[in-house]
């Protein structure tokens, strides 16, 4: 039987694979692997752009790292980043690019490695979605299971040996490692686990796919990272323990229209949670899109000793600590869902 | 782009007071930056207190627009001459004896203080705004340092110490979480409901081409 024979055989989250998939933290551009992978949703942003400047300084003519959506390019990196190859993958743009297009992403990044450099052992590519404001956990898993989608077809490169997922964020890299744990455990862990891996293969079967069909919940709050744990532990851990997926829109990510993707999200969504603290713009855009849309509206604002204001228990939430806000927000959103409000 | 023909009139309301936020924010973040790069003339410390009053005078006047858009989709209830003073509007006679309204807002305190007893009387939790405290003293205070700057008489007038810098902090802190209150109390109902489900079950492409305001991403 040839190698992808059996690999077929064998099947999404049961395939006895040696390739190893982890996730840790770093920069991307520092990474040696044989392949650095990229998305290209029709512009540069985020670190592809970081890295298409670096190939750019070393005479790398941009267009070459242009690929319309579906096609890749495949470019030496000239030692300007320590990756010895780049590919840009050609996506829609980023308004568009959801949990689906991530699983897709991910597998046409093994596929093309497959045709266009077999001989590749090592592919990098970084955490994708979360930057941006989709689901950090439903986007994670999307992307795991694109990967294991080629594996498991076998459309990969014959010398492959090890996926890495660099990602800046350190927070960010302690939450996923346990999922990516759980769905794509250490080979030597699945060969000695007696426990059927269903639950498992059905995560994997529904990533990216079933996502639309979920229910989420869009979170209005400035990009900042000293409120990362706020948002983190205090809005999305709630969030997600209430079943829903949890997003919120980093507008300084996006080129172009940023309020289509955010209109669209908002319009969509179970209910909106917004936080006041510190009067940003964006939020209150956000509110009156909500408001206007006859979106169900949560209102959070950190207290401080001047503000002294009790709306517990009425769609609105004083909070001190990040710890006070998982609580009453949980209980809020217990309430909400009592009254059928969302 | 944002089709606000399909949003309703509240909402529309915030959107303008969003907007407008994003050019005040940023007179405020800049002139900030500009007092902590070193001031030896004054000349930011000057400007930084004009922003700041100038944040309130325009964020009161967005929702004084969110009030007037409740009143007129019969959310809440305004007399005639509270409906006027949102709007800026004086009744005038003029020499041949007909009445007119003529665009005259009250001063900034005033209007203030206006706007934020309507605030809290037309919140769905109604709250007394805190005038007691030491907060709108700090407003009062910042209101008579920026019109001493404005409109000097003296060269000692042009100089502003840290004091008079933290007074104007304490005031915009003050009137931050006096409008929080409002939104947070404001639209705790979900009167929507209908409207909502006529917006799921309109066509996608409906609200995507006939957009009537651009909003600028920062």
């Not at chain 1, 010398?159 to 455990?185: C, D, K, M, Q």
């Not at chain 2, 709007?87 to 005033?110: I, N, S, Y």
Request: net charge neutral; proline share 4%.
């Amino acid at each position: 039987m040839s190698r992808r024979a059996k690999a077929r055989k064998a099947g999404v989250g049961s395939m006895p694979t040696g390739v190893t998939i982890s996730i840790v933290e770093g920069d991307a551009l520092t990474v040696n692997a044989d392949v650095l992978a990229l998305k290209y949703a029709q512009e540069h942003c985020g670190v592809g752009e970081l890295v298409a400047t670096s190939l750019g300084s070393k005479g790398l003519d941009r267009a070459r790292m242009q690929p319309r959506p579906g096609g890749f390019r495949l470019v030496p990196s000239n030692s300007a980043i320590a990756a010895k190859s780049v590919l840009f993958v050609g996506v829609v743009d980023l308004y568009e690019f959801g949990y689906r297009e991530i699983r897709d992403f991910a597998r046409r990044v093994l596929v093309a490695l497959a045709g266009a450099s077999p001989e590749t052992r090592h592919v990098a590519t970084t955490v994708h979605g979360a930057g941006y404001g989709l689901d950090e956990f439903e986007a994670f898993e999307a992307e795991v299971a694109g990967f294991l989608d080629a594996i498991g077809s076998g459309d990969i490169p014959k010398s492959l040996e090890a996926i890495t997922i660099v990602e800046r964020n350190p927070g960010r890299v302690t939450r996923l490692r346990p999922v990516l744990a759980e769905l794509y455990p250490p080979l030597t862990a699945r060969e000695t686990s007696s426990a059927p891996p269903e639950e498992r293969n059905e995560r994997l079967r529904a990533a990216g796919y079933a996502s639309s069909a979920k229910s989420h919940v869009f979170v209005a709050m400035p990009f900042k990272k000293e409120l990362d744990d706020t948002y983190h532990y205090g809005i999305q851990s709630v969030v997600r323990a209430a079943g829903f997926l949890c997003e919120r829109a980093d507008l300084s990510t996006f080129v172009g229209d940023v309020m289509q993707w955010v209109q669209q999200r908002i319009r969509t969504a179970s209910l909106v949670i917004a936080d006041l603290t510190d009067a940003n713009p964006n939020v209150y855009l956000e509110v009156g899109y909500a408001w206007g849309s006859g979106v169900p509206v949560v209102l959070l604002v950190q207290s401080t000793d001047h503000l002294k204001f009790d709306v517990r228990g009425q769609r609105s939430l004083v909070y001190g600590s990040i710890r006070e806000l998982e609580e009453r927000l949980s209980a809020e959103l217990k309430n909400l869902r009592q009254a059928g409000t969302f | 782009m944002i089709d606000e023909s399909k949003l309703d009139p509240v909402g529309q309301a915030m959107m303008r007071l969003g907007v407008l936020s994003y050019g005040l924010t940023a007179d405020r973040e800049w002139v900030a930056a500009q007092v902590d790069l070193g001031d030896e003339n004054g000349s930011a410390r000057r400007a930084y207190v004009r922003v700041m009053l100038s944040f309130t005078e325009g964020m009161s006047h967005a929702l004084a627009g969110v009030l007037l858009a409740a009143e007129q989709t019969g959310i809440k209830k305004m007399s005639v001459p509270e409906i006027f003073v949102l709007h800026g509007l004086q009744f005038q006679v003029d020499a041949k004896g007909r009445a007119h309204t003529t665009r005259r807002p009250e001063r900034l305190k005033e209007r203030v203080r206006f706007l934020l007893k309507l605030l809290g009387r037309c919140a769905d939790i109604p709250f007394e705004p805190d005038f007691g405290d030491e907060g709108w003293r700090a407003f009062l205070d910042a209101i008579a340092i920026r019109n001493r700057v404005t409109h000097p008489q003296t060269r000692d007038d042009l100089w502003l110490t840290e004091h008079d810098l933290d007074r104007v902090d304490r005031a915009m802190k003050w009137y931050e979480d006096e409008t929080a209150k409002f939104l947070l109390a404001f639209r705790l109902g979900n009167r929507n409901e209908q409207e909502r489900e006529r917006l799921k079950s309109a066509p996608a492409s409906e609200g995507q081409e006939a957009a009537t305001t651009r909003v600028h991403s920062p």
